[in-house]
Every structure is written in C-alpha cells, then in structure tokens.
C-alpha cells in the first residue's frame, strides 16, 4: 500500500461521504461522552433508544447524579454492561461537577482519567466533540485498515500509531468516520461486501468476495 493509492482511497470515501460523522445521536460533548460510554459492546442503534429516553429528562452532570445510579439504570436498562455503565457515568459525573466545572475536558490525559473512559473514548470525544484529528480503533477500523493494508498493526494502538502517520493530512480529520462506516456497511467481518465497495481495485485484501451484497442491506451486524 503507497501513498498514491492510500490517498485515492481517502478521496474515493470523501466522495461518496463528504460530511461524515458519528451514528450516535448527541447535542453536547457530555451527551456525546454519555453516549460513547454507553456504547461499549452495544449498537448505536441500541444506545439512541436509551438516550433518548434519557437525555429529556438528563442532559448535564447535575440532572445525571439528581436520577442517581438506580435511576439512570431505569433509562439504560435496555443496554448490555448497564450496571457497570451506570456506576461508571455517575462516577463521571461527579468528576465532572468536582474537577471540570461541569464541562467535558478536551485535554486526553483528563478524558481517560474518567470512569469509563479507555483512550478509544476519548479519541471519539476529541474527534467528534472537539475536532481533533484523533483515531478511534475499535473492531471495524482495525479490520479495515488490517484487510485493505491501509494501515496494518497487531494492536489497535499500532494501527491507530500508523493511521495518523499514513493518512493524508487533507483527510485525517474525517478518516475515523469514514473507516469506520466502511467497517460497518461494506467491509463487514464475517463476509465483506467487496463487489459492492468503492475501493475495492485499491484494497490489497486477497479473499475478495466476487458478488455484490445488497445494496438495502445496510443494517448494523456488529458493534465492538
């Protein structure tokens, strides 16, 4: 993989998606923190049906620790892991209220100081929130960037470590989202979509698969 073909890869996804952005559905940074948190082993489709149920009624720190534990349990129920979920957003709440004058820190050693918070966390919050060129390597940008050679690593800190040194500069700021959704609709796990996928004459993976997957069939089958 050079760098001709990683930047016509990059200008390809820009084309077909200009404006990419997270599937979760937040207003704030704090409501995109909750919603990151809450998305461990769980679909964005998942955790937009609890928030939306919660965010109403809690939206900030304060409102957050006023529900108390049970009853943001009573909101996040529906979602895998919602104890420890729960126990970890109150916990950050308090750090928040405490520490941060209410207010999510864009500062990454702060982020993952907070409960619940892993470095794949905080490069969502920093990215999305913030606008920082980070990348957030969870299973289908390790994938993809595995599978196309793009940016291939053992670890998600090495492919992440390569990603921000191989992506074009003009790119990097969107190039989370763009691997990701390419992880999640077309270069999927167990049978990716290769007859369907815009940069498949780019991708260096050697099992493509030879048709095209259905072009309705853009449902969300996996969620690290």
Known sequence: MNKDKRTEIFRRLRAANPSP???????????LLVAVILSAQATDRGVNKATARLFPVASTPAAILALGEDGLKAHIRTI???????????RTCAILL??????VPRERKSLEALPGVGRKT???????????????VDTHIFRVANRT??????????????????????????????LILHGRYICTA??????DCPIADLCEYKDK????????????????
């Open 80 to 90: 895998g892991l919602f104890n420890s979920k729960a126990k970890n957003i109150i």
């Open 190 to 195: 167990r049978k990716p979509r290769c007859g």
């Open 21 to 31: 952005t997270t599937e979760l559905e937040f207003s704030t940074p704090f409501e």
């Open 98 to 103: 405490h520490e941060h004058g209410g207010e």
């Open 122 to 136: 905080a490069n969502v919050v920093l990215n999305t929130a913030f606008g920082e060129p980070t990348m957030a």
């Open 209 to 224: 698969t030879p048709q095209a997957g259905s072009a309705a069939d853009l449902g969300d089958p996996e969620r690290a």
């Open 149 to 178: 050679r793009i940016a291939p690593g053992k670890t998600p800190l090495a492919v992440e470590q390569r990603l921000l040194r191989l992506v074009p500069a003009e790119f990097l700021q969107d190039a989370h989202h763009w």
